[in-house]
């Protein structure tokens, strides 16, 4: 139970939390895309600040028991909203590339199908990210709170809108090849659209495999099974056949994921996405739950390259990045480091391998400028990605570009 000076803390926290995006949110800038994060981040401390007063209206003293799940639950937002809003701030500096955000709102709103503003953010981790803002609300069960807001902010008809709050290391704050690593992040959110028809692919070829790697499998489970305390021989398999499901699920899910963005960077992009991989990460080989090794997606994206994009997988400038030290690196040196990983490894990479072709047919779907034009109105605004290669949409006067 909190006791009466921790809960004028917590008081105190929400005050100059709120006082502190307040200052941020009203300070002078040119850029106002920001302003939809902390005034839907205001909106959920106010809430959560309300509902902590009139708890404590409503019980007869601050050393109620009453008040503890408040109190808890009260804390664990707002810190929420303190983590939230840490990845908000410290976008303004001077040192980043401001020309990009309008490019890359255009594009990531034609993608997502969605209205897209863009923030950049200098991140101290060597890291390059996107993160949906809504998605986020959305998941931290802040869904109406965000609607709300975008509502209020929209400069344009109603329709689903979200800030993209883009990270990148601050030492390449002047690396344009670095750019080429967004689409890559777009992937992940693009797969959202498609989500239900990747999940159909995953759970088909991720069923193939484990009728393939059977006895492995199965040997796995015997040496994990966890005897004692009475525990039965049935009861013991059949819990380590559920943790190895669940990991092999989560795991699989992951991989796909990365294959997929590795795929909707290539489309895009072209293999500078690849050369940017390279610029921002050492790692050549190890695979973990998270990320295939950098050696399966190479070979998936060149393989990808060379079926959808000949002309480039022939260009020796493209083709140049293809020939990484990781080629050269055997399977057996980039083994996996866990004994899960490596009874789970040949089988990942069998799922992603052959996940290439039905992978392809959905992104064939997503817009490219590498397959198709870019076409800029009378006015020079950009209108999108859209129109067929070579097809009579762009209107006499108008100017067509190559995208590159
Ligand atoms: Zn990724």
Not at 46 to 72: I, N, Q, Y
Not at 132 to 137: D, Y
Not at 326 to 341: F, K, M, N
Request: glycine content about 4%.
């Amino acid at each position: 139970m909190p006791t009466s000076w921790q809960l004028e803390c917590l008081k105190a926290r929400i005050q100059s939390l709120d006082r502190e995006i307040k200052r941020v949110a009203d300070k002078e800038h040119p850029y106002t895309e920001p302003d939809t994060i902390y005034r839907a981040l205001l909106r959920v401390l106010d809430s959560w600040g309300t509902h902590f007063d009139e708890a404590r209206d409503l019980v007869p003293t601050d050393t109620d028991s009453m008040l503890d799940p408040v109190f808890k639950r009260v804390a664990i937002e707002v810190d929420k909203v303190f983590r939230v809003f840490g990845l908000a701030d410290r976008v303004d500096s001077a040192r980043i590339p401001f020309e990009i955000l309008r490019s890359l709102a255009w594009a990531a709103t034609e993608l997502l199908d969605e209205q897209c503003k863009i923030v950049v953010r200098l991140d101290t981790a060597y890291n390059y990210s996107i993160t949906s803002f809504r998605r986020m609300f959305e998941q931290l069960n802040w869904g109406k709170f965000w609607a709300e807001t975008a509502e209020n902010h929209s400069d344009s008809e109603p329709r689903k809108s979200t800030v993209l709050v883009l990270g990148f290391p601050s030492p390449d704050a002047s690396a344009i090849l670095l750019h080429a690593l967004a689409a890559h992040e777009l992937g992940h959110e693009i797969l959202d659209r498609y989500h239900s028809e990747i999940e159909r692919i995953r759970v088909r070829l991720l069923n193939d495999a484990k009728g393939v790697y059977r006895d492995q499998l199965e040997e796995y489970i015997l040496d994990n099974m966890r005897r004692g305390g009475g525990v039965s021989r049935d009861d013991a398999y059949e819990k380590a056949r559920q943790q190895l499901e669940v990991r092999l699920d989560n795991a699989c899910s992951k991989w796909i994921s990365e294959i997929w963005s590795d795929l909707v960077a290539i489309r895009l992009v072209g293999p500078a996405s690849l050369a940017a991989f390279d610029r921002v990460t050492l790692n050549e080989g190890s695979p973990s739950d998270s990320h295939p090794s950098g050696l399966l997606r190479r070979r998936v994206a060149e393989r990808y390259v060379r079926e959808k994009m000949p002309h480039i997988a022939e260009d020796p400038i493209c083709s140049s990045v293809f020939l990484s030290p990781a080629t050269s690196l055997s399977e057996r040196q980039l083994s996996p480091s866990s004994q899960l990983l490596k009874t789970l490894y040949p089988l990942l990479d069998y799922v992603c391998t052959r996940s290439l072709d039905p992978l392809s047919n959905v992104l064939d779907q997503v817009a490219s400028p590498n397959r198709q034009q870019i076409y800029l109105g009378k006015s020079g605004a950009p209108r999108g990605i859209s129109g067929q290669l070579g097809s009579s949409k762009c209107c006499p006067g108008q100017r067509r570009y190559q995208a590159v």
